[in-house]
């Protein structure tokens, strides 16, 4: 099955520097790859996502790569502020029917003042 | 916008005893799911249901584990005979089409004790 992993652990940056987080997977079948925010005590809730067939794709601050040869991706954060203070999932999953995200062990993204 | 919502917040209950945790996803979406994540650790998918069947389960959703839609709008993980290990956050998703993004809930945190 699919095995999803994520480094670093623990990522420390000061407000305004950016901040990468990678992460890589086993399974070539897996075609779907979102990121996910969990603030402390609340719900996973999805920042941003890359197919397969797409190389990068941003969102304002954030953008995610794909590389698909290698299998793996990155999340990438730019102007940090304090409320990106957060954990972070990648996921893996083959985006078809009725099949699940296997997720990170998460990154636990410090922003500091 | 409409939200995944779940019941209760926080569950505890004696090891062995019945426990059901229940989740109202949104409205229009015909995929879901459950999640667990142990305290600390990375959010595991335990199954997913479709067309009133479950569609994917992992080794986590043992025999003491059990999905249902009663009605039109809620879904329902049941656990038999709780352990000590089951101490956990649950949380139930919801998706419109299988693998784009999962909505997650609040979550249910239960303590067996």
């Known amino acids: 099955g699919e095995n999803v992993e994520q480094h670093p652990s623990t990522l420390s940056v000061q407000e305004g520097d950016s901040a990468v987080i990678k992460c890589t997977y086993s399974d070539s079948a897996s075609n779907y790859f979102p990121w996910y925010k969990q603030e402390l005590g609340k719900r996973p809730q999805l920042i941003i996502d890359?197919?397969?067939?797409?190389g990068e794709k941003k969102d304002q601050r954030i953008a995610v790569t794909l590389n698909k040869t290698a299998k793996h991706f990155s999340l990438h954060i730019t102007e940090t502020q304090p409320e990106d203070s957060a954990v972070y999932f990648c996921?893996?999953?083959?985006?078809?029917?009725?099949?699940?995200?296997?997720f990170g062990p998460g990154t636990r993204l410090s922003v500091l003042p | 916008e409409p939200e995944v919502t779940q019941t209760p917040s926080h569950q505890v209950t004696q090891m062995g005893q019945e426990v059901i945790l229940r989740c109202v996803p949104i409205s229009n979406h015909l995929y879901f799911y459950w999640y667990r994540q142990i305290l600390g650790q990375k959010v595991e998918f335990l199954v997913s249901?479709?067309?009133?069947?479950?569609?994917?389960k992992s080794e986590i959703f043992d025999d003491q584990f059990s999905v249902e839609r009663p009605d039109g709008s809620n879904f329902t993980l049941k656990i038999r005979s709780t352990k000590l290990e089951d101490s956990a956050m649950y949380f139930c998703?919801?998706?419109?089409?299988?693998?784009?993004?999962?909505?997650f809930g609040p979550g249910t945190r239960l303590t067996v004790t």
């Open positions: 249901f479709y067309n009133n069947e479950i569609s994917e």
């Open positions: 890359i197919r397969s067939n797409v």
């Open positions: 996921a893996a999953g083959p985006g078809n029917y009725g099949q699940n995200f296997v």
């Open positions: 998703a919801s998706t419109w089409t299988s693998g784009y993004e999962q909505y």
